[in-house]
Nanobody, 130 residues
Framework: QVQLQESGPGLVKPSQTLSLTCTVA??????????WSWIRQPPGKGLEWIGA???????FYSPFLKSRTSFSRDASKNQFTLQLTLVTPEDTAVYYC??????????????????????WGQGTQVTVSS
């Protein structure tokens, strides 16, 4: 059973960079044909797919955040990270990491569906506020 755990600051000031790490246990992030996604859920809204890093290290970004998002990974630690620059209060959300066999599992308005992912982290609340 793969387990994912998000970690990072719960409070970020506007214009700063948000950095989150997902630590994976029970399976390797380099296992073929799996994609490791970041997803968020703003207050009162649905799931939004931010992007993914593949087993190969290739990255895929949702168009709506692409200009401010970057992913990286440390295979030796079985971790992957999200960096979101120039945050605003609109970036306040619960942020999740999750695993899927789909490369870009998003739909209209960049929404995500929970059933497209077979493993999820518990989520971490991030608030953008001065």
């Amino acid at each position: 059973q793969v387990q994912l755990q998000e970690s990072g600051p719960g409070l970020v000031k506007p214009s700063q960079t948000l950095s989150l790490t997902c630590t994976v246990a029970g399976g390797s992030i380099t296992t073929n044909n799996y994609y490791w996604s970041w997803i968020r859920q703003p207050p009162g809204k649905g799931l939004e797919w931010i992007g993914a890093i593949a087993y190969s290290g290739s990255t895929f970004y949702s168009p709506f955040l692409k200009s401010r998002t970057s992913f990286s990974r440390d295979a030796s630690k079985n971790q992957f990270t999200l960096q979101l620059t120039l945050v605003t209060p609109e970036d306040t959300a619960v942020y999740y990491c999750a695993r899927s066999s789909l490369r870009e599992p998003y739909y209209s308005d960049y929404t995500a569906r929970r059933d497209d992912f077979d493993s999820w982290g518990q989520g971490t609340q991030v608030t953008v506020s001065s």
